[in-house]
């Protein structure tokens, strides 16, 4: 069954518009949630949390985490049309990495 | 239909050993990519492969690691003479096309090495 489980599956939205993706997770032993932007053939580190309720921000992009409702989202805001990739969450238990199947999100301008 | 399988889950390795690490692609992929993730790092990518031809190895080292995928069975991550640099979790993707915004990567959930 899918552990990690990133929505929505798809996203198109305009320049200027901020986004919300979300992932949401089933694990037993929880250690980090990462966010990846994926693009071209290395995807790219964006944050990683491990602690519920403290947001991490990075220029326009800020990422939360939620213990309790086994969630994070991930905020971009004032989207521009180099933000358009597929945004990966992945989540750690343990020694293992679960990859949720991405969002793709399509900014137009 | 099983995603990308990747075995094994744990290897443990003693220095100058060898580890072959076995990536099978979701079926219809015939486009395989391989990384590497280091403590605290993102993804480093190795290596790029395409059925029986290697496409861009632009991130693996030189020396000692190898990379394969034969018409039949999975892509091998080969990793001669090991050392301790080399424990890290290795990952491995496929897409049915090359990577892009509308061809995205499915991951395994990796192979972690551990050379002692």
């Known amino acids: 069954e899918d552990k990690v489980v990133q929505s929505p599956l798809s996203l198109v939205v305009h320049e200027g518009d901020t986004v919300t993706l979300n992932c949401s997770y089933e694990?037993?032993?929880?250690?980090?949630l990462l966010w990846y932007k994926q693009e071209k053939k290395a995807p790219t580190f964006l944050f990683m949390l491990t602690s519920s309720g403290i947001e991490k921000k990075s220029g326009r992009l800020s990422s939360i985490l939620d213990k309790k409702e086994l969630s994070s989202i991930l905020n971009i805001t004032a989207t521009q049309t180099g933000d358009s990739a597929i945004y990966l969450c992945?989540?750690?238990?343990?020694?293992?990495?679960?990859f949720g199947a991405g969002t793709r999100l399509t900014v137009k301008p | 239909n099983a995603g990308v399988m990747q075995n094994p889950r744990h290897l443990v390795r003693r220095r100058g050993q060898e580890a072959r690490l076995r990536c099978s692609p979701m079926k219809g992929h015939s486009h395989v990519y391989w990384y590497r993730q280091l403590p605290e790092e993102g993804l480093k990518f190795m290596v790029y492969l395409q059925k029986e031809n290697i496409i861009d190895e632009s991130g693996m080292p030189k020396e000692r690691f190898s990379a394969e995928f034969p018409k039949e069975g999975p892509s091998i991550l080969r990793i001669q003479q090991v050392v301790r640099g080399d424990s890290a979790a290795y990952f491995c993707a496929s897409s049915p096309r090359k990577v892009g915004i509308n061809s995205p990567l499915h991951f395994g959930n990796g192979t972690r090495l551990t050379v002692t």
């Open positions: 992945a989540v750690e238990e343990n020694n293992d990495m679960r």
């Open positions: 694990v037993t032993n929880f250690r980090s």
